[in-house]
């Protein structure tokens, strides 16, 4: 399984961008998919997840991003996207999707079976 983050790029702050993560190798139809962020010198952290298929893809976010961030995901395209509206400062950073094969939320990166390599975000003040 391989997973390919892409959308990153540079945004003025209360800008948007839209994250998408696609996934080869493999038909994923089941699992949970995450996206996490890692800014310098801070720790991998949970933005937001969604589960593939089962429970009519209920989705999770972080305090930090709720009602501002939407992940969705497109089972025909093996495609799991990360909408960001009103971007702030803080949201600079690497943003990565990450998959798990187990059902269930985690914000633990450790779950997570397969990584993308990260895209970069930066929101200027």
């Known amino acids: 399984v391989q997973l390919q983050a892409s959308g990153g790029g540079l945004v003025q702050a209360g800008g948007s961008l839209r994250l998408s993560c696609a996934a080869s190798g493999h038909k994923l139809n089941m699992g949970y998919v995450g996206w996490f962020r890692q800014a310098p010198g801070k720790e991998r952290e949970f933005v937001a997840g969604?589960?593939?298929?089962?429970?009519?893809?209920?989705?999770y976010y972080s305090d930090s991003v709720k009602d501002r961030f939407t992940i969705s995901r497109d089972n025909a395209k093996n495609t799991a996207n990360l909408q960001m509206n009103s971007l702030k400062p803080e949201d600079t950073a690497v943003y990565y999707c990450a998959m798990r094969r187990e059902y269930g939320h985690t914000p633990s990166p450790a779950d997570y079976n397969y990584w993308g390599q990260g895209t970069q975000v930066t929101v200027s003040s």
């Open positions: 969604v589960h593939w298929s089962w429970r009519g893809g209920r989705t």
